[in-house]
């Protein structure tokens, strides 16, 4: 049973930066695309960001595009998210999950599994 866990989040300044991390703390990634998820007090979940299984193919929701950047290193059972120009509206707890769904985008949020506890990320002057 694959099990993920999220770490890197904190509280940044507008405009500043931070990498987040979803590390296989059980079972292998090799198999799963990865996705990158947030949620907002009040707010539904929503994907931010999804790589594919070996890393070929990434796709990102309109409000971070050009801003994030995800990548993945499977001998490290590592996906990361760079986050670069954050913003306020980005504060969230940001959640990680896996799918074996060949094809799949963040904006297919049922796909996923295996979530993570979840890593807060805080934009505020």
């Known amino acids: 049973q694959l099990q993920l866990v999220e770490s890197g989040g904190g509280l940044v300044q507008p405009g500043g930066s931070l990498r987040l991390s979803c590390a296989a703390s059980r079972g292998t990634l090799d198999y799963y695309a990865i996705g990158w998820f947030r949620q907002a007090p009040g707010k539904e979940r929503e994907g931010v960001s999804c790589?594919?299984?070996?890393?070929?193919?990434?796709n990102y929701a309109d409000s971070v595009k050009g801003r994030f950047t995800i990548s993945r290193d499977n001998a490290k059972k590592t996906v990361y998210l760079q986050m670069n120009s954050l913003k306020p509206e980005d504060t969230a707890l940001y959640y990680c999950?896996?799918?074996?769904?060949?094809?799949?985008?963040?904006?297919?949020?049922?796909?996923?599994?295996?979530w993570g506890q979840g890593t807060q990320v805080t934009v505020s002057s």
């Open positions: 790589i594919s299984r070996s890393g070929g193919r990434t």
């Open positions: 999950a896996a799918t074996p769904q060949l094809g799949a985008e963040a904006k297919m949020v049922p796909l996923f599994g295996s």
